[in-house]
């Protein structure tokens, strides 16, 4: 069995004025656990990790684990400053967590060989596996097949979010073996699983979670045209989530039922009224 294999949702952080709202957090990942996805990454980009100070990203995380087993817990981790980073990392990994979600540096655009260094450097100095955010178009660099490969020699470093747009590269690492890969685009899931990759980290998995859970296994048991109904079904409200900037479509979601505000930090603004509108008229035409 893969190490990081399923369905791993990458939580929003709820706000309330501001403020970060505590019991709407522990109450979403009680949410999230009882429909049974394998884990839940915190502070990702979906979290809104950089409009949060270090110390309120390790309070979410205490939060997070004071409800969900460490094993099934992500951390998300970026910056440009080696030293602030790997504070950082010494500080994440004294909790019981079960791996640190890593981006390239952002906004300098590194060469490769710089890049590899990086990764090995934080995965040299941690103590818990290392997961290799691969988003370029947030970084602004891609990682490429031969540095992936070579950081996959690396005992820490065990397994991708696939965000790269590279069907290619994705087909050579799944054929490689070396490196679980997990798609971080969610309208890829069913081809990553369906080529042999271990799961997803899927930020619109916090809308019917059950059904994305429901469509690994229906892939692992070879039930290919129950998957594709599945997924099928699932892509309307897959694109609803992303039609405004990420995570604001999901918080207006989550807000209709109550389980927290409509409320994003800055620079981030709530989604247009178009668009909630459109999420309020699909979550009303189907069943929850």
């Not at 979670?209 to 296994?217: I, R």
């Amino acid at each position: 069995m893969s190490t990081f294999s399923g369905i791993w949702v990458p939580l929003v952080t709820p706000f309330n004025q501001g403020e970060i709202d505590f019991p709407a957090l522990s109450s979403l990942c009680h949410h999230v656990m009882k429909q049974g996805v394998a884990g839940v990454v915190v502070c990702g980009t979906t979290g809104e990790a950089p409009m949060l100070s270090d110390e309120e990203q390790l309070q979410v995380l205490d939060v997070v684990l004071s409800v969900v087993p460490g094993e099934k817990v992500m951390m998300g981790l970026s910056g440009t400053h080696l030293p602030s980073v790997l504070a950082m990392q010494q500080a994440i990994t004294q909790r019981p967590i079960a791996a640190i979600l890593l981006p390239a540096p952002y906004y300098i655009r590194p060469s490769q060989a710089a890049l590899e260094v990086w990764f090995t450097e934080l995965a040299d100095k941690s103590s818990v596996p290392i997961v290799v955010y691969n988003v370029p178009y947030r970084t602004g660099i891609h990682l490429e097949l031969e540095t992936l490969r070579r950081l996959a020699k690396h005992p820490r470093i065990v397994a991708i979010k696939d965000c790269g747009g590279s069907h290619d590269l994705t087909c050579s690492l799944i054929a490689d073996g070396e490196l679980d890969v997990m798609s971080g685009e969610d309208g890829q899931i069913l081809s990553t699983l369906c080529m042999g990759g271990t799961g997803a980290i899927a930020a619109s998995s916090h809308i019917f979670p059950e059904k994305f859970v429901a469509l690994v296994k229906q892939v692992e048991a070879g039930d290919l045209a129950a998957a594709r109904k599945n997924f099928f079904e699932l892509m309307p409200m897959i694109r609803l989530m992303f039609s405004a900037p990420n995570p604001a479509a999901i918080k207006f979601a989550l807000s209709l039922d109550g389980m927290m505000k409509n409320e994003l930090r800055a620079p981030l603004l709530p989604a247009p009224v178009n668009v909630e509108e459109a999420v309020k008229d699909y979550l009303n035409s189907v069943s929850r």
